[in-house]
């Protein structure tokens, strides 16, 4: 009986021993990360990205897109994230602002099934009554912020 209580502890301590330096990988530390902001030239709006960039990267995760509407001018506030690579230039969906709602973020990821080369995002003015893009502010193109040639 002592044996297996014995080899029992010895089992759990060596798993215990195999899992947590898994658990704790570089994999599971944050990404690098990217940041870049846009605001209108008319002052009516702002917008910024945050982007964790992933090994080579096929994907880009996490993307945070924050957005501001600075003018109460009837027009609603977007924002849309847009890659370039392997699989062209991909403009994802709009996210807006609610009504009566002046800022808002969004935490989400892309991954477009190849290599990206680079990322933006755009934010726009939309007319409420038609749902019409009046115009878009883009902000910095970000590229991986590491050399993954080697990889």
Request: contains cysteine; charged residues 15%; proline residues 7%.
């Amino acid at each position: 009986m002592r044996f297996k209580h014995a080899l029992a502890t010895f089992t759990s301590v060596a798993l215990a021993a195999v899992i947590v330096p898994a658990v704790a990988t570089p994999a599971a530390a944050a990404p690098p990360t990217t940041y870049a902001s846009v605001r209108a030239t008319d002052w009516s709006f702002s917008g910024s990205v945050s982007i964790g960039w992933r090994l080579r990267p096929y994907s880009l995760d996490p993307v945070t897109i924050s957005v501001q509407d600075d003018a109460p001018d009837g027009y609603a506030i977007g924002a849309r994230l847009i890659t370039n690579g392997e699989n062209g230039h991909i403009v994802w969906r709009m996210r807006t602002i609610p009504s009566g709602q002046d800022t808002a973020t969004w935490t989400t990821y892309a991954t477009p099934g190849g290599y990206i080369n680079n990322a933006y995002i755009e934010v726009c003015k939309i007319k409420v009554s038609t749902g019409a893009i009046a115009f878009c502010q883009s902000s910095d193109v970000m590229s991986a912020p590491f050399d993954d040639s080697s990889a």
